[in-house]
């Protein structure tokens, strides 16, 4: 809130800012609760449809202001255009995220999933592992987990994960 309070005299002359910047103020109005002002200067000043990355922004920002189902509109629409695998497996980790919150793990497993498919990625395979838990898949979970910890063992949340688990 406090960086808000210094930011938005400078992002009231919307002329003058760069789209950088305006998403830099918006994501700072997201997190300020002051989702719909962050939402609306984002549409119009920070160029979110020009490209892939501004897509993936915006979806991002609806995930973050807890509009889950614009969210995952967005990012399904991400994934019938966007041509990249990294791009892809963005929104498929961010998809994948939005269901576990929902408490939709066979969703959320579905979608990380793919995200793997597309290239390997330790963050991927926690969540892989927490879905796998949640389902009650502690044996896979475990698996997943130790994975992870083989390919990087200082790996903290794959030690703290495992722990909860033995």
Same mark, same amino acid.
Do not use: H, P
């Given at each position: ?5 210094? !930011? *938005? %005299? ?17 994501? $700072?109005? $997201? ?10 200067? !984002? ?6 449809? +020009?490209?892939? *990355? ?12 807890? *509009? %889950? ?10 994934? *019938?255009?966007?041509?990249? +695998? ?8 961010? !998809? ?34 927490? %879905? ?22 200082? %790996? ?11």
């Amino acid at each position: 809130s406090e960086i808000y309070d210094m !930011l *938005k %005299n400078y992002a009231a002359d919307g002329e003058k800012i760069s789209s950088a910047n305006a998403r830099f103020f918006s994501i $700072i109005c $997201i997190k300020a609760d002051r989702v719909d002002e962050g939402l609306a200067f !984002l549409q119009a000043k920070g160029d979110v449809e +020009s490209n892939v *990355k501004g897509r993936l922004l915006w979806a991002k920002a609806l995930r973050d202001a807890m *509009k %889950n189902t614009e969210a995952i509109i967005a990012f399904q629409k991400i994934l *019938k255009s966007a041509e990249d +695998s990294v791009s892809q497996r963005i929104a498929y980790s961010n !998809l994948g995220r939005i269901y576990y919150d929902q408490r939709l793990y066979k969703e959320s497993l579905e979608q990380y999933t793919a995200a793997l498919a597309l290239g390997d990625d330790l963050n991927c395979r926690l969540w892989l592992g927490k %879905n796998y838990m949640a389902l009650g898949e502690k044996d896979k979970a475990k698996t997943v987990w130790t994975e992870v910890l083989n390919a990087d063992s200082s %790996n903290e949340e794959a030690k703290k994960l495992l722990g909860m688990i033995q």
